[in-house]
């Protein structure tokens, strides 16, 4: 699999959004899906969430409510929507495809800054 390409990222107050992108050509058509993992400065990674080929999506407990990924398969694109964050959401987030065969390599990632 392809490196995927995070965009979206950038500073917002708390209780703002950001829709953060992720983008993989081919992944679909491969039968693949897609997690999105985070790490804040200090910090090991975490698991944020991930959609499977099948469109299911599983979430972080402590994200539930908040985070919804989606997927655009015409554009093999991944969204991670991000509503009310808070400071402690402050991270770089990136995306990883999973599944049989669909290993990639981690992407650059994009930054969150969440300010209080």
């Known amino acids: 699999q392809v490196q995927p390409v995070e965009s979206g990222g950038g500073s917002v107050q708390a209780g703002g959004s950001l829709r953060l992108s992720c983008t993989a050509p081919g992944f679909t058509s491969n039968g693949c899906g897609m997690e999105w993992y985070r790490q804040a400065a200090g910090n090991e990674r975490e698991w944020v969430g991930s959609?499977?080929?099948?469109?299911?999506?599983y979430y972080a407990d402590a994200l539930k409510g908040r985070f919804a990924i989606s997927k655009d398969e015409a554009k093999d694109t991944v969204y991670l929507q991000m509503n009310d964050l808070k400071p402690e959401d402050t991270a770089m987030y990136s995306c990883k495809t999973f599944g049989t065969l669909c290993s990639s390599p981690w992407g650059q990632g994009t930054q969150v800054t969440v300010s209080s």
């Open positions: 959609i499977t080929i099948t469109d299911l999506t």
